[in-house]
C-alpha cells in the first residue's frame, strides 16, 4: 500500500494521513531503540492470538521499565482496530510500537515517560485455506557469520526496535539465492533465523531450538507448538548444531509474516516438504480459518 491521502497510521491516539504521521528527532525509540514492538497478523478483521502478543508486549516493556504506562489492552485493541478501519484493510500485517517517548539526548532513561505509541498496517492478504501465502515458494537457508549476543548483553526474549543483529545477518545474504539467514549463539548452537523461529523433524519428531538460548521465541512458533501437542506427536526442544540442521528430515520456519514455510535447502543441502511440515501448514491454516469467521 503506498502512501497517500487515504492511507492513514495511528500517532499517539490520533489517526493522521501518511503524510502527517511523524514522530519526533528526539524520541528514544529513534535515538537509542528504547522502544518495544509487536508485529501480528489480522484476518477477517480481528489480530490474530493478540492476547499473546500484548503479553509479550508488556513483558518487553517491563523489561525496559515503562511497562506501567501502557495503555490498557483495550485501548490498544481500539487503536488497530481503528487503523484497520481507516485504510479499509480486513487482511493485514500490523506493527504496533511503544518507546519510552521524547526525552532530553542523555543516553540515562528520565524518571518520567511519556510513550510515543504508533500503529502501522500494511495490506497482507490471507483468506484462510484458500489464501495466498505472504511468500511465493519454500525458503532456503545460508549459515552466516553473524551471531547473536548472549542474554547478558542483550536481553533475546524482548522484542525492542533493536533489530541490528537481523540486520547484519541479512546482509550476509547478499549475491545469494537465500530467503533467511540461520544464526547460531556465541557458542556455536543455531537459534534461528535473521526473523523467524526454526524447527527440525527427524525420525517423526519435531524438534525446535530451546527459549533458553538468546532467540525470541515467536508467537507463530508458541501456535505450532500447542498445535503438535494437540496432535500428540513428539516434540522436543534443545540445543542444536548445524549438523543436526543439515541432517534433519524435514525443515521449516514460522514467523507471522511467512505463517509455516517450509525450507527445501541450507546451504546446498536439499530437503523435501515433508509430512509434518505439511500437517503444520495444514492445521495453521485451520487455526486462520476459524480467527476469520
Known sequence: MNDSETDYYHVDGTLL????????VR???????DAVFERLRVYGGEPFEWAAHVDRLERSAARLGFDEVLPPRDDLHDRVTETLDANDL?????RLSVSRGVQGGELTPEPRVDPTITV????????GTDGERAWDEPATLRTVETRRPPEEALPSAVKTHNYLTGILARLELEGT???EALVRS?????????DSNLFLVHNGTLYTPTANLPLLPGVTRGVVLDIADGESFPVETGR???TDVREADELFLTNATWEVRPVTGIDGYEKPVG?????CGRLFDRRVENARY
Not at 27 to 33: A, E, I, L, P, S
Not at 90 to 94: D, G, N, Q, T
Not at 120 to 127: A, Q, S, T
Not at 186 to 194: D, I, K, N, P
Open 27 to 33: 524520541d528514544r525509540g529513534f535515538m537509542y531503540g
Open 275 to 279: 509430512p509434518i511440515t505439511k500437517l
Open 240 to 242: 542444536y548444531n548445524l
Open 186 to 194: 556465541m557458542e556455536g548452537h543455531v537459534t534461528g533465523g535473521a
Open 17 to 24: 494521513p501518511a503524510g502527517e504521521a511523524t514522530v519526533n
Open 120 to 127: 502501522v498496517v500494511d495490506e497482507l492478504p490471507r483468506g
Open 177 to 179: 539465492d537465500a530467503d
Open 90 to 94: 480486513s487482511e493485514a500485517s500490523v
